[in-house]
């Protein structure tokens, strides 16, 4: 049964601002699910730009699941932005030495855990994920929100802080899909259901 090549960079004919992300990835850092997109108005290769202060010596990741989408100019903020803020002053004076190296002896600079973004999670225009969020399977996150908290599965949030708008479907739905866990069937049995995928019907799913 065909299927689009998740091995392949530009999946759309003649169209290069719009990539399957995990072929372009280098930092070992950011880790990508098949299938999940970005589309850029000028160069797939902001993506990376866009994950802004992960650095190797913090250790913390990016991790975004399979079946997303991903719009221009979504930024991330790692854990490497972090600076104290009970201290008397915020500013890193360790990083600077000559003298000013021991400034954090004993201390560590606050860090939240790795950013995680689930499955089939769309992402609007200039949105901001902060350090540690944790975006469940099947949320939207609205243009040009500021999402500083985790993120329920299968919500619409919106806004700076985002703020959670609606559910996507009745609790009960959102249970079965998020036990379906259809991104993880193989891509044929993907393939047969894709128009189904694309309703609202649960029970019209085929094996």
């Given amino acids: 049964m065909n299927a689009p090549d998740k091995d392949q960079v530009f999946p759309l004919p003649h169209y290069d601002r719009l990539c399957f992300l995990k ?3 280098k930092n070992p850092n950011i880790i990508v699910g098949d299938y999940t997109y970005y589309d850029d108005f000028e160069d797939v290769q902001n993506f990376e730009k866009n994950v802004k202060y992960l650095f190797d010596f913090i250790g913390d990741k990016l991790i975004i699941g399979k079946f997303c989408m991903i719009a221009s100019d979504v930024t991330f ?11 008397i002053s915020t500013y890193p ?18 860090s939240k855990s790795d950013t995680i973004i ?5 992402i609007g225009h200039k949105v901001t ?27 619409i949030v919106g ?19 998020l036990e379906i866990k259809w991104w993880d069937w ?6 047969r259901n894709v128009q189904f995928l694309t309703g609202r019907r649960l029970d019209q799913l085929v094996p």
């Fill in 23 to 25: 072929n372009i990835i």
């Fill in 77 to 87: 903020i790692m854990n490497g932005a972090n600076h104290l803020t009970d201290a």
């Fill in 93 to 110: 004076f360790a990083i600077f030495g000559n003298g000013w190296e021991n400034a954090m002896e004993g201390k560590t600079y606050p």
């Fill in 118 to 122: 689930g499955n089939d999670v769309w």
């Fill in 129 to 155: 994920i902060m350090p540690g969020v944790n975006v469940g399977d099947g949320a939207i996150i609205a243009t040009g929100a500021v999402v500083t908290k985790d993120v329920a599965p299968y919500s």
């Fill in 159 to 177: 806004g700076n802080p985002a703020k959670e708008l609606k559910k996507r479907f009745p609790d009960e739905e959102i249970s079965r899909l």
């Fill in 186 to 191: 193989d891509i044929d049995r993907i393939t």
